[in-house]
């Protein structure tokens, strides 16, 4: 008796496990892979995320569909990804915004950065560029700082959302030089985007690759870079602290995960099957004529660095006094 219910367990058990272990093996992808990008077409994320999806396709010889659930400044996205079934077919770009600012910036969270998700690898350093809608006269940072200064919130500042990387870089700039600019969030960096370029915003954080195009043919104009250092691929512009803020300093990062539970074996291979499309010559110049630096990370790599970014900007959340209940 005891030797044919061990039999019968041992079933019962080869049966469950031999799927996961065949996918460890070698067998996944199986089915095309659904890629959330929590934000709506058209903007910074999207731009970024689409031709990724379409490399990874590619590498894997499986379809990456490209599935954007923008809103609540990427926590109606990062939920979706967080609640998904953890076999691998699911993955979530992320944001600096989703992994380790909203933390800090809301009361109640939908999920934990931290438990919630398998990192999958610290994808690429970005940088953010202060544009406005070419009717507004200031051609520099220091000339923007005085038309606020002359009228404070005489200016709209669109962004991504509450709390976004671009909300929280305009802050630290207005906390920085005692000026006022008129927030308003959009429902992501493409609608905000467009505000500006239509003139209903006058300023706006930018992600370079959604904003080149617009600054090449004259819509925008830029006029400081948010990181310390400018980037090669647009050494023309200078950083935000050249510009006459010095110490300004405010960058994004991005990030690839998977739902909490997704098996070690999965993990690895989609970290390798993502750093290979990340490292493909044509996306990779694309990355970098885009400002973005790619990295591509372990997963280890990546958990500890959001634990570390939490802290950092729960700090700034807090000077700031930026909250969302």
Same mark, same amino acid.
């Given at each position: ?14 049966t ?5 272990w ?15 990008i ?46 998904a079934s953890?076999? +691998? ?45 070419? %009717?507004?006269? %200031? ?38 030089t005692?000026?006022k ?6 429902? +992501?960096?493409?609608?905000?985007l ?6 209903e915003?006058?300023t ?7 904003s ?26 200078p ?7 010095? +110490? ?46 790619p ?15 939490m ?12 909250r969302i209940?």
């Amino acid at each position: 008796m005891k030797a044919a219910i061990l039999g019968f367990l041992g079933a019962v058990l080869a049966t469950t496990v031999a799927p996961l272990w065949a996918q460890g093996a070698g067998d996944f992808p199986s089915k095309p892979i659904r890629l959330v990008i929590p934000y709506p077409p058209g903007g910074g994320m999207d731009t970024i995320g689409r031709p990724f999806a379409r490399q990874l396709s590619e590498n894997i010889g499986q379809q990456v569909v490209v599935d954007n659930r923008g809103g609540a400044n990427g926590t109606i996205g990062m939920e979706i990804v967080a609640r998904a079934s953890p076999d +691998g077919y699911t993955i979530g770009f992320a944001l600096s915004a989703q992994l380790a600012i909203n933390p800090g910036l809301y009361k109640k969270l939908a999920y934990d950065p931290v438990k919630d998700f398998e990192p999958l690898t610290l994808f690429a350093d970005g940088c953010y560029l202060l544009v406005v809608n070419p %009717a507004v006269p %200031a051609k520099s940072v220091k000339e923007l700082i005085a038309l606020a200064r002359a009228k404070p919130n005489g200016l709209i500042m669109a962004s991504s959302g509450n709390g976004s990387g671009g909300h929280l870089s305009a802050a630290l700039l207005m906390s920085m030089t005692g000026t006022k600019l008129l927030h308003v969030p959009y429902k +992501g960096g493409g609608p905000a985007l467009v505000a500006v370029l239509s003139g209903e915003a006058q300023t706006l954080f930018a992600t370079y690759a959604a904003s080149k195009g617009h600054i090449a043919a004259g819509r925008l104009r830029a006029l400081g870079v948010s990181t310390a250092k400018r980037p090669a691929a647009i050494s023309d512009i200078p950083t935000i602290a050249e510009a006459g803020v010095s +110490g300004y300093e405010s960058s994004p990062w991005y990030a690839y995960v998977a739902p909490a539970g997704t098996p070690r074996a999965l993990v690895t291979r989609l970290n390798r099957e993502i750093v290979r499309a990340l490292n493909h010559p044509e996306y990779r110049k694309f990355l970098l004529g885009s400002a973005i630096e790619p990295i591509g990370s372990s997963p280890e790599r990546l958990r500890a660095y959001i634990k570390t970014e939490m802290v950092k900007w729960a700090g700034v959340i807090k000077s700031a006094g930026a909250r969302i209940d």
